[in-house]
Each structure stands twice: as C-alpha cells, then as structure tokens.
C-alpha cells in the first residue's frame, strides 16, 4: 500500500497550532504563578493583621495561659503527659488536671479535696449564724473572698480559647494554637478554631503537639525569623506563621494558620478558565492556519509545482513558451520561489539553446577538423611500401597528432632517380596553427630540394624565406637528409631537431650527434653545415621528433632516448614497416593510460644498395 505523504499546509499548520498551544501554557503557567503569589499575598495580609490583634491579646495570654502553664508543675503531671503522648490523646492528661487540680493563687495550689472542706466548713459557718441557703455563697465569698479567686484550669483554657476564637473569627483565621516553653520542650496549651470549623467542645487542654509547628517555633527561636509554612488540618491545607510573645518571664508561642482552600480555588478556576481560552485560541489557530495557508501556501505550490512537472518533462528541448507563467504576485518566500524558478527556467532555456548552437557549432568544427587531418594526412606520404619498383632501399613513416591535427610532419622523395631525399620536422605549435604552418613548410622544403641544392643550402633558403612573412614568430626544427642512391652517401644537415639513431649492418642503433643549426624561422642570415653518412648495404636510419623521447607516464618520467635507442635495438633486425609498430608499443606501454601530449612522429630507412 502506498503511502500517502502529509502536505505541507497540514504540516504548517500542526506547526502553528503547537506554536500557539506552546506560547498559550508557558503565559499560563506565568499568570498561574502570578496569580498564585496574588492569592498567597492576600493570606499573608491576614496573617499580618492578625498579628496586631495577638499582641493586643497578650493580657488574656498571661491571665489564662500562665494557669494552664502553672499547673504543669504539679507533681505527677509528667507522667500523665507521657501517657497522654504515647496514646496521641489528650483525654487522660485532661481528666487528671480536672480531678487534681481546682486553681491556684500566688503559686500555692489548692487540691479538689482541699476547696471542699473549706467550702463544708464556711458553709456549716453560715448555717449555725443563721444564715439561708441562698445567701450563704455570698456570706462564703465576704468571709473568705480568696476561695472564689482560684481560677479553674478547664475554665482558664476555654476563656483562652474563646479570646483566640474570637480573633481568629475576626482576622477570617481558621486555626490558633498558643504553646508555652517548659523544660520538655514545648507544650501545647490550646488549640482554636474558627466558628464555622468548630466541631466539638474546648473543654480539654491538651490536643497534643504538631511536629511541624514545632520544628519552626524552634527555628524562629535560634534564627529569630519569621517564617509562613504550610500544614495539613484534616483534608484542608493551612498557612501558618509564629508569634512570639513574652509575658510574666514566660516565653509563648501563638501559631496561627489561614486555610488555603481559597488559593486553591482560585487557582483552579484560573487553570479552567485558561485551558478553555487556549483551547479556543488553538482552535482558532488551526482554523486560520487551514484557510490562510491554504490561500498563501498550498494553492501557489500546487500550481507552482505542477507547472515546474510540465517545463521538467519536456523531451524535445525547450522554448521560451515552455517557461512558467502564473499568477504569483507575492512578496513573500514563495513569490521569490515563483520567480527564482521562472528565472532559473528562462536560464535553462537559454543555456539550451546556447548549447544546441555550440553543440551544431562543435560538431561542424569536428566535421572540418576531421576534413582537415584526413586533409594532412593526405599531403604526406601514406602509400607502403614506398617505391615497390626500388630495391636498393626501403622506407617507412608514420605521424600521429596529439590533437585533430598535428605541427610534426615527414616527406620523402626523389629528387631524382639517383637521389633521395628524407626530411622529419617539428613545428612550433599544436592543432590548426600548427597544422597550416606544417603545410606551408613542407611544401616550401620540398620545392626549394628540387632545385638540386645542398641539404644546408635548401634549409638556408628555407629560412629565408620563413622569415620573410613570419608575423606570428613560429619556427620549425627540421632533419634534412638526401640519399645519393647509387653511392650510399648521405648528405644531411640539422636545423635544430633531435639526433639521428644509425644501425650498422651488423652493429646496434645508436644516437649519431651531429651538428645542430638553429631553429628554421627563428633569425635571419643563418647558416647551415652539411656532414656526410656512409651507408653499407643493410644499415638503417631512424628519424623521430621530441614527441617520442618526451612521452611521460602517470608518475612525471620521460621515456627518453635511452630507452628509444633500447626499443630500437629490441627490434633492429626488422624491417622499417615493423620497427615503428614496435617502438610505438614501448611507447605506449610505458605511458600508459596518460594522454598523449605531443605530436609523435617517426621515419626510418634500410639502405640495401644496388
């Protein structure tokens, strides 16, 4: 099954609506927190103003708080207070200060039993005057007014109690506990709630320590810092924070906490109505993604694209009909897709028809070319065996161009029927300039040797008349030999080519370093010598130009004219037609896959005599 790939429109838009959902929650997760702070401050303005009402309180703190304080000193209150903490309930530490303890007055502690039979003896004290039933608590109170004084534990705890409950109620405080220093530790005096959070009776002192509140009452002690932490009441969370007071030399800690049930309210109405305005924003986002991308996206590139299919199948070359013409007039990246690719086409186009033209242009050229060295080839002499009626000599030649043609050239020709003429020459310049200066000296050379001159005056002559229109500066090496047939002596001159190889009858080849002239169209009034060659029936001349001793292979090395003269010899008893194949194999081997630089050119003679 083929898969359907996803469009670009679809894959923007996915793009945009994560944008979008992105940016929406980290603003949301900012106003989160920035609302949260807000709500967090408004508990701490409440913690604060509650502060100024505890100080105010610091009376009912010491009148109510140092009974309960005061009463842990009695003897076997620890205990109790163990029990009470091992159990986790106050109930045992509450009923024992309700049985051994009624109140106090400056220190001394006045026992249950103690205050009844005080009470049973002003009360008999009052009957035997005569005094009523009714009255007899007032008569009590006028002779012993201190009995009436000692403030009752339970009651001191739930005035206390009833103070705090009234803060609390006013500062909107839902939780104050007051904890008093002892030796111990700390011990919790009482523990108010708000009205609306008050369940049962505060007829009890003791509810047991919170951990917690503990551990930063201890911390506000040693660092004297204010501290809001957060405690768990019930399945409510609280913020709570530490007031110290000192009263009567007696350090107490009032801890008091706000119910964060509001925060988390508000904070969760913010998150709602926030994930519901983002939903809505991604809604919207996609929506006009789809329709504006759509617009501005997807329709130009489905048009851009399927005009760019059709120019690109085009299979008979291109015109300028073939270049895309829409309707794209954006200013944005696809209007500069739509006209970069229209220019890149109109490119194409004219590239085309710029290559068709240089390709016709090219293949013409090649059409002549090929003309022209089939053309040059033709002017040599390619007819083997040379002079099949002549035995008294045998003679090859070949010329192969680096390029479609080439400056080296060969001839030979008789002069007459004793005579014998052999030239190989090197043309400054390669291809069609060399090619047409090759001509043009060949044919000089040639008609200026049927005169009947000397090798060094032929060559004289030559130069002559090279240099008289020679504008282009070109010159030409030449090796300029003529055979007296019947004799063997060979009458040759050198205008600056490379050195004859020579083979006795029975000997090896080896170079003969004759005297060279300068270059023919190099400088006026130059002078050629002539030297004479001895041939014995038999021996061979070899003729070449620097096209064969400066053959190099893939590492930079010449082949050179030692191993020419090597190659040479590997073959000397062959006849000419075979000793050029032969050398030109070592030649080609040793270069091997390197292109051939120069034109290679190559004659050889085998006198044989009469």
């Known amino acids: 099954m083929k898969k359907r790939n996803v469009s670009l429109s679809i894959k923007l838009d996915i793009l945009l609506a994560a944008i979008v959902l992105i940016t929406s929650m980290v603003l949301v997760n900012i106003g989160y927190h920035s609302y949260s702070e807000t709500l967090y401050a408004q508990l701490n303005e409440k913690l604060a103003r509650f502060e100024q009402n505890v100080e105010k309180d610091a009376f009912m703190v010491q009148k109510y708080g140092s009974v309960a304080y005061k009463a842990a000193q009695l003897d076997g209150f620890d205990e109790v207070r163990r029990q009470a903490d091992e159990l986790n309930d106050p109930a045992p530490l509450t009923d024992w200060m309700k049985q051994q303890l009624f109140g106090y007055t400056t220190g001394e502690h006045l026992t249950r039993a103690q205050f009844d039979a005080r009470h049973r003896e002003l009360m008999q004290q009052a009957a035997w005057e005569g005094v009523s039933e009714e009255d007899a608590e007032d008569w009590i109170l006028q002779r012993d007014p201190l009995l009436y004084d000692f403030a009752d534990v339970g009651n001191a705890v739930n005035l206390l109690s009833y103070y705090m409950q009234i803060d609390a109620d006013s500062a909107a405080i839902s939780h104050v506990r007051v904890y008093a220093e002892d030796e111990k530790g700390y011990l919790q005096l009482t523990d108010s709630a708000a009205s609306s959070l008050r369940s049962e009776s505060a007829d009890y002192m003791f509810y047991g320590r919170r951990p917690k509140e503990v551990r930063a009452i201890s911390t506000f002690a040693a660092q004297k810092k204010r501290l809001s932490f957060r405690t768990e009441e019930g399945d409510s969370e609280e913020l709570t924070q530490v007031v110290p007071l000192d009263i009567g030399g007696i350090r107490y800690w009032v801890v008091y906490s706000c119910d964060t049930a509001p925060v988390r309210a508000g904070q969760s109405d913010y998150l709602v109505r926030s994930l519901v305005l983002v939903l809505i924003m991604v809604v919207i986002a996609i929506a006009a993604g789809l329709i504006v991308l759509r617009r501005m996206v997807n329709k130009p590139l489905k048009s851009l694209t399927r005009a760019t299919t059709r120019f690109g199948a085009g299979e008979n070359g291109y015109s300028k009909a073939d270049v895309i013409d829409l309707d794209i007039r954006s200013k944005n990246e696809i209007g500069d897709l739509y006209r970069e690719i229209r220019a890149m086409q109109t490119r194409i186009v004219d590239n085309t028809e710029n290559l068709t033209r240089m390709t016709a242009e090219k293949e ?66 390669k291809g069609v300039p060399g090619a047409l200066f090759m001509m043009a000296s060949k044919l000089l050379i040639q008609n200026i040797a049927m005169s009947g001159l000397s090798p060094a005056e032929i060559l004289e002559t030559a130069n002559r008349r090279i240099r008289t229109n020679n504008k282009e500066d070109m010159f030409v090496t030449v090796w300029l030999g003529i055979l007296e047939i019947s004799t063997g002596r060979m009458t040759c001159a050198n205008a600056g080519h490379e050195y004859p190889a020579l083979k006795t009858p029975d000997g090896n080849f080896e170079l003969y370093k004759d005297k060279h002239g300068f270059v023919l169209g190099g400088m006026d009034g130059m002078k050629y010598r002539n030297y004479e060659l001895t041939f014995a029936s038999g021996q061979k001349l070899f003729v070449y130009t620097d096209g064969a001793t400066e053959a190099t292979d893939a590492a930079g090395n010449l082949f050179g004219t030692e191993r020419l003269i090597d190659a040479l010899n590997k073959a000397k008893d062959l006849p000419p037609e075979e000793i050029l194949p032969a050398v030109r194999k070592e030649i080609d081997d040793f270069v091997g896959e390197e292109e051939q630089f120069d034109d290679l050119t190559m004659l050889c003679l085998e006198y044989r005599g009469k």
């Not at 040059?376 to 390619?382: C, E, G, K």
């Not at 090859?396 to 004793?418: C, H, K, N, Q, W």
């Open 364 to 429: 013409r050229i090649g059409t002549e070319l090929g003309l022209a060295r089939r053309i040059q080839a033709d002017m040599l002499p390619n007819d083997f065996p040379a002079y099949p009626d002549r035995t008294e000599f045998r003679v090859f030649a070949s010329m192969t161009p680096a390029r479609e043609v080439g400056g080296d050239f060969y001839d030979f020709f008789l002069i007459d029927e004793d005579h014998l003429a052999l030239v190989i020459a090197d043309v400054s310049g």
